[in-house]
């Protein structure tokens, strides 16, 4: 490994070591390739990570198993910026505060807002297929990637795609590098259907001890015409807050808040700077540290009836996209080492989502705990096509994680 | 083909379900490019999942390829037969499995027409966006195989972003159940790696589709121009000041006096040079907000007149026009060669004079209809396919205009797919890394290459672009 270094060093290649592995952080394309050349070649296990906020999560225990951490957060330019087309390429080592505000200054919006923005690449989100608060009106981040250059374990570069709002030349295999958490490739740049930035702002929230007393309203707010830029149901600060938030101009703005204002009863109307702080608030509930960190997805139909259960677990924090089925779990003591009878608990925990019609996937929990929750697919043949998939990208299996796509090693 | 093979399909999908005649055969010879001809050796009508995948497993059996079809309305030769082939159709997979009001969603046989889809939302205040010009017969199996568009995915996306999940056949005639309608894949994205494939990882039987709330209000502009140019540069300027219209469409004289002359006549006026038609939707205060400020851009680029769609019957007739036009090319010339490519938007005029240029100096009929706001361009050529002169002329004119595309950061296809007509010109946009990947990809899947040979990726000396070692000969 020194000498791997050494031979890097030499090319000009940084590197640093992380936790006892060393750490390569290239500036380039061609150093990306020269890095996964030689790894290819020594047969190393390699970690594709941005600054490495989601190695808890996308591959437990592997950040320890790597051989070698590749990060690119060193490539970190913008390289086509078209406000008047709506749309954006960047390299993968941008961050997205970096990116929110370049497009900014074109009057546009990016997808998706996740926490901390200062601290996530471009490359880390889509690899980790984050979404923020903002998916309740502008959808999946995987909608809006409109193209993507990534380089193979081999060291290959390969683009699918384009920087152009419609197109639908060649396999759409962005699709398939989004989300793929660093098990099939290394992302390098990517290109983004951009949204245009709204005049008037509004967050409302609505405060209760119990949920039930907010259940009735979050339904009404379905049958609104309003579309929300988020619409959250939480318990982070104790009691239950059903938060709107909403983003227009002018007149139909004021419709849309007065629609809303009178099936939410809300106790807060924040306006303009107020409301982009809350609604930051809510971008931030994805941030706690030490616990352990899940996703349950459900239909819309039975998001009432999960509610109700979660309501009724013990020491469970709920950050609830109602709108679209989706409940994201804080649970204490699930970090980094919980307990036999803990890791029990998440079985059960599992168990009981599954009856109710749900499905749970871990997030940042512990590697006994992620293997223990390891979400497995029903239907043995789409798995086999996964690993087949990741078998032909990935022959040496440089990049694969023993958690992901769902099978247990 | 042998007999023995062709009793055993029948005996799966029965007498209704084949189709051998040479006669009735001939229907099948070409999709909507019917520059490219190929007579079947048999068409497959299964009626359901299950009869999909015996089919399929005994084709797998005797190493016969085989090409999927929905109603055969494309326009990029994806479903051109190919030699010694056998083409499985969805035209008898017609039915609604589930509608769930509450969730949103359907559960559809991919042979189920796209307008039939949003009809039977009909009342439920839901519809299914994608509308491909073809959706009075297109399917919604082959909205997947295309990833189609439409004039309305200018607001909600093309097929690709409403597809839930997938029951999907495999060359060898595995059935895959691809996610439920959740918020997102477990595991690895295969349904979005699915969608626009053009047929070559699969043969998709039941499809999960996403249903859209119906807007409350829907404004219909027709906005009239003195010339196409401007037309095009207030859709650049639309899109600058990031109006939010759901469809915003370009239809050029020629154009507009061919719909005019034919059956679906929407009150176009015949002496303008160009129409920009323009839907609106949303709230009703939303919709005035968005009316007021793109009024101002229209009439800075020279506007004569702009009409507004009084109820909804002369909605539909204006978008009867427009959605008929390539149908009323058929009075220009007996053939018509339409052409799909993409430009960054702020490159619209330029694109749109070059094409006209390249089919003027040629002396080909050009008319122009397309989704302006999404920068996907549908230069028509109509010609007679029985002069092969003209035929040569008119595949340059294509030509050139891909490579002017391509030239101004475009793409090849927004809409129809590569299929057979731009497999030639895939090696000018991708290197012969990305094309591999895409091989390799295709090759997990469909080993032996039976499923659509020959289509999208490009030949190379009889060699399709694939990772080496991996097949010596073709």
Partial sequence: MQALLETLAREGIEAEWRDNTPLVLPRDETEVQAVLRRAHGLNLRVLPMGLGSKLDWCRPGQAEAADLLLSTRHLNSVVDHVPGDGTLTAQAGCTLSQLEQRVLTGGHRLTPAVPNPEGATLGGVLGAGLSGPDRQKRGPLRHHVLGLRVALPDGTLARSGGRLVKNVTGFDLHRLYTGSRGTLCVLLEASLRLFPRADDHTHLVREESELELLLQRNADLRSLEVEPLAWTLENHAGPWRLHVALEGRGRAHAQDVEDVRRVLAPQRVLRGTDADEAFDGLRALELRGGWGEARVLTRHSQMAALLRWLADQEGLLVNAQVGLGEVRLHMPGFGQAPSATQIERLGSLRKALTALGARLEPRSVCAQAHLELAPTLADEPALSWMFSLQQDLDPKGQFRSPCFPGRQA | ?474
């Fill in chain 2, 1 to 474: 083909m042998q007999a023995r093979v062709v009793s055993q399909l029948r005996a799966i999908v029965g007498s209704a379900g084949i189709v051998g005649d040479p006669a009735a055969l001939l229907a099948y010879e070409s999709d909507g490019l019917t520059l490219k001809r190929q007579r079947p050796e048999l068409v497959l009508l299964p009626k359901n999942t299950d009869e999909t995948a015996r089919c399929m497993a005994l084709l797998h059996e005797h190493g016969i390829p085989l090409v999927p079809r929905g109603a055969g309305t494309g326009l990029s030769g994806g479903a051109t037969p190919v030699p010694h082939g056998v083409l499985v159709g969805t035209a008898r997979m017609r039915d609604v499995l589930e509608l769930n009001v509450e969730d949103r969603f359907a559960r559809v046989q991919a042979g189920v027409v796209n307008v039939d889809l949003t009809r039977c939302c009909d009342g439920e205040g839901l519809f299914y966006a994608p509308d491909p010009s073809s959706q009075m017969a297109c399917t919604i199996g082959g909205n997947v195989a295309e990833n189609s568009g439409g004039p309305h995915c200018f607001k909600y996306g093309s097929t690709t972003r409403h597809i839930l999940g997938l029951v999907i056949v495999t060359a060898t005639g595995q059935v895959l159940h691809l996610d439920e309608p959740e918020v997102d894949p477990l595991g690895f994205d295969l349904v979005g790696l699915f969608v626009g494939c053009e047929g070559m990882f699969g043969v998709a039987t039941e499809i999960t589709v996403q249903l859209t709330p119906s807007p409350p209000v829907t404004e219909t502009l027709l906005a009239i121009f003195k010339a196409l140019d401007p037309c095009c540069d207030a859709v650049t300027d639309l899109i600058a000041a990031r109006l939010e219209p759901s469809a915003i469409e370009i239809l050029d004289k020629l154009t507009i006096q061919a719909v005019e002359a034919s059956v679906f006549a929407a009150g176009y006026p015949q002496e303008a040079e160009a129409v920009l038609l323009l839907e609106i939707e949303g709230r009703e205060a939303a919709v005035e907000d968005t009316v007021e400020r793109i009024l101002p851009i229209l009439k800075a680029h020279g506007l004569i007149e702009v009409r507004r769609a009084r109820d909804a019957s002369e909605r539909r007739q204006l978008w009867a026009g427009r959605k008929g036009a390539f149908g009323a090319m058929g009075r220009i010339a007996p053939d018509l060669y339409v052409a799909d490519v993409v430009v960054p938007r702020t490159r619209l005029r330029e694109i749109v004079r070059y094409a006209t240029d390249v089919c003027t100096e040629r002396e080909l009929k050009i008319s122009n209809v397309f989704h302006a706001g999404d920068g996907n361009l549908h230069p028509n050529i109509s010609y007679d396919r029985r002069d092969e002169e003209e035929v040569r002329r008119v595949l340059e004119a294509g030509d050139l205009i891909m490579e002017a595309c391509l030239e101004h950061g475009g793409s090849l296809s927004g809409e129809h797919g590569v299929g057979l007509e731009k497999q030639a010109m895939m090696d000018r946009l991708f290197t012969p890394d990305d094309l591999s990947v895409m091989a390799r990809v295709r090759h997990c899947l469909d080993p032996d290459e039976r499923l659509n040979p020959g289509k999208m990726i490009p030949l190379r000396a009889c060699l399709e672009v694939r990772p080496a070692g991996s097949r010596s000969s073709g």
